[in-house]
């Protein structure tokens, strides 16, 4: 079965420009999940929907960041401008189940911004 | 505050010799917890589960001892292999939310 599909996977742009992440989540599952990991903070959830809709953008550290979620197969996450600081890896995640599931992660997307 | 933490952030361990993670979480009404092993450029992959009406569950030379007087979580490998090098987190669950740790490196002495 195929996992949690993320993409790009590597991506490095120049301060200011838009990155566009991009997640295709398992087939059947209801909840996605968009988490933030760096170094000095780990993993950080960013913002998590079920049935397609925001349920929690509180983890969204600043209005440079949106996260839109179409339809059950496909989910954006948004950075713009981007900033130097917002280089970290970036995952996808989803679960079956809105609550008390295993979440499983797609591979990450490892943005940097120069 | 609310936290999931790590008593040892890294750990070393010979090839063949079993392993222990150990993980403090702090909210009891957490009713859920995941281990996750994670290697270098790649995603959290799931290892084992358990609820918090358990105690102990096992799995392939894994077993996840819970133990809520303590709001203590540990991660016991078996036969550690060079595979099992990685970073392994622990996340507790309440409610709709997930909360990770910071991760604890194993690394596996051939």
Redesign the interface.
């Known amino acids: 079965d195929a996992g949690?599909i993320q993409s790009p996977r590597h991506e490095v742009t120049e301060m200011g420009q838009e990155v566009t992440l991009r997640c295709k989540p398992i087939s059947g599952h209801n909840s996605l999940?968009w988490y933030r990991q760096t170094m000095m903070r780990?993993?950080e959830?960013l913002i998590?929907f079920?049935n397609n809709v925001p349920?929690?953008d509180s983890g969204m550290p600043e209005d440079r960041f949106s996260a839109k979620m179409p339809n059950a197969s496909f989910s954006t996450l948004k950075i713009q401008p981007s900033e130097p600081r917002d280089s970290a890896v970036y995952?996808c995640?989803s679960s079956p189940r809105?609550?008390?599931n295993?979440?499983?992660?797609?591979?990450?997307s490892w943005l940097t911004v120069v | 505050g609310e936290s999931v933490g790590l008593h040892l952030p890294t750990l070393s361990v010979q090839e063949g010799d079993n392993s222990i993670i150990n993980c403090a979480y702090s909210n009891s009404a957490s009713d859920y917890f995941i281990w996750y092993k994670q290697e270098s450029g790649k995603g959290p992959q799931f290892i084992i589960d358990i609820r918090s009406n358990m105690d102990k569950r096992q799995g392939q030379r894994v077993t996840v001892l819970l133990n809520k007087t303590v709001k203590h979580l540990s991660l016991q490998i078996a036969a550690t292999q060079p595979g099992d090098s990685a970073v392994y987190f622990c996340a507790e669950s309440r409610g709709n939310q997930f909360y990770f740790g910071t991760g604890t490196s194993l690394t596996v002495i051939p």
């Open positions: 949690v999940f780990g993993l959830l998590y079920n349920i929690d995952f995640a809105y609550t008390r295993t979440i499983y992660f797609g591979e990450g």
